[in-house]
Nanobody, 126 residues
């Protein structure tokens, strides 16, 4: 079973930064579309950013210009650099993965993920 494992959450003040990390337990990320989703107190799980095996990324409008998603296949790790954080970024952040094959849908937020981690909490105070 593919299991993403997140780390790096925490509490910071508005305007601060955090970096989240994610690895796949027992698997290498280089064959997977990877991404970050989040769920606040209200509403469902929303897409934040995805990055494909080719390095192409997709972002939610609410985080463009503030968050950067990246992957280091040599370190088998996905990252989310979050800058200029706002209270509305407070949420449980999930790392997701979807294996890419020849017939796979593009690695975009709207196509979702197949495997999920347990999440890491990010709390931004005003």
């Amino acid at each position: 079973q593919v299991l993403p494992v997140e780390s790096g959450g925490g509490s910071v003040q508005a305007g601060g930064s955090l970096r989240l990390s994610c690895s796949l337990s027992g698997y290498t990320i280089n064959e997977y579309c990877m991404g970050w989703f989040r769920q606040g107190r209200v509403g469902g799980r929303d897409g934040v950013a995805t990055i494909g095996t080719d390095g192409q990324s997709d972002y939610a409008d609410s985080v463009k210009g503030r968050f950067i998603v990246s992957r280091d296949n040599d370190k088998n790790t996905l990252y989310l650099q979050m800058d200029n954080l706002k209270p509305e970024d407070t949420a449980l952040y999930y790392c997701g993965a979807r294996k890419m094959t020849g017939g796979s849908r593009p690695c975009l937020i709207r196509y979702g993920m197949h495997y999920w981690g347990e999440g890491t909490q990010v709390t931004i105070s005003s």
